[in-house]
Structure formats: structure tokens, C-alpha cells
């Protein structure tokens, strides 16, 4: 049984599902989707693009507090595991819908598979780093993408015996798609064609996006950049929220050279970056995509869980 939940999920289930069913003498599979991300653009576009077959059940749980919003997972999937008595499952990245199914499947005697294991940002304020914590002590497998994973699973204790050093699916997904990426009319869609340099934004972590304080010094910051670049900027659903609630958008939507546009899908967004000047971004993920595109990548956080980013040299925290 495999979980997906939001965004950063989908293109780390693809591979991985895609090898299983290459293996289906051995493995049945079944794919809970728990809907914490629901929206066309946030979900839909993935399993389009990335072939990934369609969800053997969605529990549509929407958004909520992160309490509630793990909390409804666990009571919807508690259901689920009964009644399907998986061998094991399978979850993938730090989302709440990655701790709150592990929670369940932990309590029911249901072996674990964690697929990025053991990234820390050492963190405790963002919501992410307790997921990946909470998820990696009740793991039985642990699947790492980078030298520092199983670093930090060892001082934490970790029996060396559940460790793999497997790489990053997500960069399976993007070497595999790179021809459709090329194939994009992005550029062309957005009036780059013509190579004017650009950068990319992306933003949605709450200590960027949700408050008054934080907003106005990013509003000062971009005002800055945009000066010298224009900016692309496809807009997080909740960062959209936070704009409004914060009386943002209207100052971020006369900025002169930012072009705000919704989310895109994924070979949209990937021949986006791997176009750029250089990328902004407060995303995981994507500090490992421009490392492997080649594209300097400010991250604007105080810390990242993929410090690999740093050594290569295509990401700088700032
Ligand atoms: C989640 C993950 C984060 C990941 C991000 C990528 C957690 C704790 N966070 O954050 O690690 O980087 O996804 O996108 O799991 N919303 C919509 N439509 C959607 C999905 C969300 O409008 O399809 C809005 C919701 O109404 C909500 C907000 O976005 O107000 C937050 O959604 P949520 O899933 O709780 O967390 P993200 O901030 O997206």
C-alpha cells in the first residue's frame, strides 16, 4: 500500500510505483490517495502528467489545522488498513498525511517503508521536520536520497541493518521526463522565447507567508530583485490565501516585472527552472532539482534538511 498527499508526493510515488508494477509477480499494489492537496493544479495535473495510476481510494480530506487535518487522515486510513491488511506500507516525503498514516499503520502492526528518510533541518518550528521524525522512528525500512540522511539516522540510534542508501526518486522522475520537459511551450506561453533572463519564485512556508512582518520584508526583497530581473511567480494556493488575509496582493500584483500566475504542472514548472537565471524559493524539493539542473537556487530559510544542495554549490541559503 502506497500513500500520496500533496504536491511534493507525486513525483516521488511515480518511479516507485511505476518499478512495482514492473515486479507485479511479487507485489500487489494498491494507492491511497488521502487528499490533503485536492485542486486540479495541486494534485489531478501530476497523475496526468507522470502516468501514475489513478488512486485505488481518495479520502478526501482537505484542509484543516494540522491537527485536525492528521487527525482526519488517521481515523479515514485506520479503515483502510483494516479492511486491506497491507504486508507494508509505503510513504514518501515529510507531508501530515506521511506521519498520519505511519501513526496508524505503526499502531496496527503494519511494517513501514519510508522513502526519504532521514533529512533534518534541525528545526522543530517547521511542522515538516516533526513529520519526518515522528515518521523515521516508527520506519522499518528507511530509504535515504543523500550522505547526510544516514548520518543523522545513526547518531539517532538507528539500527544500521534498516538503512538504504537508495538516491532520490524525485530526480528519477526528473531525468525520465527531461525530453517532455524540452518539449514545453512554456517559455513561449509566458513571452520569455526571446532568452530574456528571468527568475523563478516559489514561497508557501508559514514563517515566510504568514505574517505581516514576514510578508512586508519579502515584498521589500522582491521589490529589489525585480529591478534587475523579472520575476515568474507561480503562486501556492495558501500563500494566495495568506496575501489576502494580510492585505499583500494587491502591492504583489502591481509590482513592475513580477508575473504572478497560478500553480503549474510539472513539465511546465520544471522547463520554468531549468531555464532560470537562477531560482527563489523557500521549497524543499526544488533546492535538489536546480542542484541537479545546474541552476543557483537562493533558498530564503534559515536552514535546509538537504545540506547535499549546499555542498554541490548550486544552493545558498540566504
Ligand atoms: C504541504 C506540506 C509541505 C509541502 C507543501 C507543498 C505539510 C505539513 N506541509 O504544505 O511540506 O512543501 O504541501 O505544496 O504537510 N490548498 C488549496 N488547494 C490544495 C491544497 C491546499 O487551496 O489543493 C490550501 C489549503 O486550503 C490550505 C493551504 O493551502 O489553506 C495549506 O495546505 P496544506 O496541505 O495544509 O499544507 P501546505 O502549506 O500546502
Redesign the pocket.
Known amino acids: 500500500m502506497i500513500i500520496a ?4 508526493n507525486f513525483m516521488k510515488i511515480a518511479p516507485v510505483m511505476r518499478a512495482l508494477k514492473e515486479e507485479k509477480d511479487f507485489f500487489n499494489t494498491y494507492l491511497v490517495h488521502t487528499g ?4 486540479i ?3 489531478d495535473v501530476f497523475f496526468k502528467e507522470l502516468h501514475i495510476p489513478k488512486p485505488n481510494i481518495s479520502l478526501g480530506i ?3 489545522s ?1 491537527t485536525q ?1 492528521t487527525a482526519k487522515i488517521m481515523l479515514a486510513f485506520e479503515k483502510i488498513l483494516e479492511k486491506k491488511k497491507p504486508d507494508i506500507l509505503i510513504v514518501v ?6 506521519m498520519a498514516c505511519s501513526l496508524v499503520a505503526a499502531k496496527m502492526g503494519v511494517k513501514i517503508a519510508h522513502v526519504e528518510a532521514g533529512l533534518r533541518s534541525k528545526d522543530r518550528t517547521m ?2 521536520e516533526i ?1 519526518r521524525i515522528v515518521t523515521d522512528g516508527l520506519s522499518d525500512y528507511l530509504f535515504v536520497s543523500e550522505q547526510s540522511g544516514m548520518d543523522n539516522l545513526l547518531s539517532e540510534g538507528v539500527d544500521k541493518k534498516k538503512m538504504f542508501y537508495v538516491g532520490n526518486v524525485m530526480i528519477d522522475t526528473l531525468i525520465s521526463n527531461l525530453p517532455r520537459i524540452q518539449k514545453s511551450s512554456i517559455l513561449e506561453d509566458l513571452g520569455l522565447a526571446k532568452k530574456e533572463p528571468y527568475a523563478v519564485l516559489t514561497l ?1 512556508r ?1 514563517s515566510n507567508v504568514d505574517s505581516d512582518k514576514a510578508l512586508s520584508e519579502i515584498y521589500a526583497i522582491l521589490k529589489e530583485v525585480s529591478q534587475k530581473t523579472r520575476i515568474i511567480y507561480p503562486i ?3 500563500t494566495k ?1 495568506m496575501l489576502q488575509k494580510h492585505k499583500f496582493s494587491d502591492r504583489f500584483e502591481r509590482m513592475q516585472n513580477l508575473t504572478m500566475i497560478g500553480p503549474l504542472g510539472y513539465i511546465n514548472f520544471m522547463k520554468l527552472v531549468q531555464n532560470a537565471n537562477f531560482v527563489l524559493t523557500d ?3 526544488i533546492q535538489e532539482e536546480t542542484t541537479v539542473l545546474k541552476v543557483p537556487c537562493l533558498t530564503m530559510r534559515e536552514n535546509t534538511e538537504r545540506p547535499a544542495t549546499i555542498d554541490v554549490g548550486t544552493n545558498v541559503l540566504v
Open positions: 498527499g500533496a504536491r511534493p490533503q492537496h485536492y485542486d493544479q495541486m494534485s482537505g484542509s484543516a494540522h487535518q516525503g515529510d507531508v501530515n498525511s506521511t511542522p515538516e513529520n508557501h508559514p501556492h494556493p495558501r490565501k521549497s524543499g524539493g
